[in-house]
């Protein structure tokens, strides 16, 4: 079953669940966006199939969460795993952990495909998406969601460009380890502590 929020902060409703539940068009919809901000804009070298972005890590129990405008326009998307299965950290990205181990615990979840991009707005910068009303509405709603699913923590890879969203939410939040450049970009490991403020 989905949930449908509005949240006061951006006006808009975010949905939540897995491919099953999720309406088939809803479903299309987020991995013809993520192709959009992630291989047509941020020019990310992913596979694809009919402008669709998805991977060995969209399964049947991957939660994904989707804003939408009041006209059904996407305008952010977000994906949760279990990190007791395999992840893309885990297994794409294990460098961002430094000397540390990937974790591996039902009660750690990964955030990933984490994006809150408008593309009707006039102009859409990349790095623009951190400070947006969206982007605060998306993260607050992921670390509920995450929170009703048993997780005490998250672990993303993310770009320098979030801790300031982090920051700003006051959102208890530290680097696994040292940045490190990825295909010409620089990001990072992030540890995201669940239990926290959650309200706007």
Wanted: charged share 20%; net charge negative; proline share 7%.
């Amino acid at each position: 079953m989905t949930d449908r929020l509005s949240l006061l902060e951006a006006n808009l409703q975010i949905i939540r669940g897995t491919a099953k539940s999720l309406p088939f068009d809803l479903f299309e919809g987020i991995a013809r966006y993520r192709h959009k901000v992630f291989i047509e804009t941020l020019g990310w070298n992913l596979p694809t199939r009919e402008n669709l972005e998805l991977d060995q890590f969209d399964r049947p129990d991957t939660i994904y969460l989707a804003a939408r405008e009041e006209d059904g326009r996407l305008v952010g998307t977000a994906r949760l795993l279990p990190t007791d299965k395999p992840y893309l950290l885990g297994e794409v990205f294990p460098q961002l952990m430094g000397d540390a181990l990937p974790p591996r615990s039902s009660d750690v979840w990964e955030l990933s495909r984490f994006a809150a991009m408008d593309f009707d707005q006039a102009s859409t910068h990349p790095m623009s998406q951190f400070s947006s009303p969206v982007a605060a509405g998306l993260l607050r709603e992921v670390l509920r969601v995450a929170l009703s699913h048993g997780a005490s923590r998250l672990i993303t890879v993310s770009p320098l460009g979030v801790e300031r969203l982090l920051r700003r939410l006051g959102i208890a939040a530290h680097r696994a380890a040292p940045p490190v450049v990825v295909d010409g970009q620089m990001l990072f490991g992030c540890w995201i502590e669940v239990q926290g403020p959650l309200s706007s």
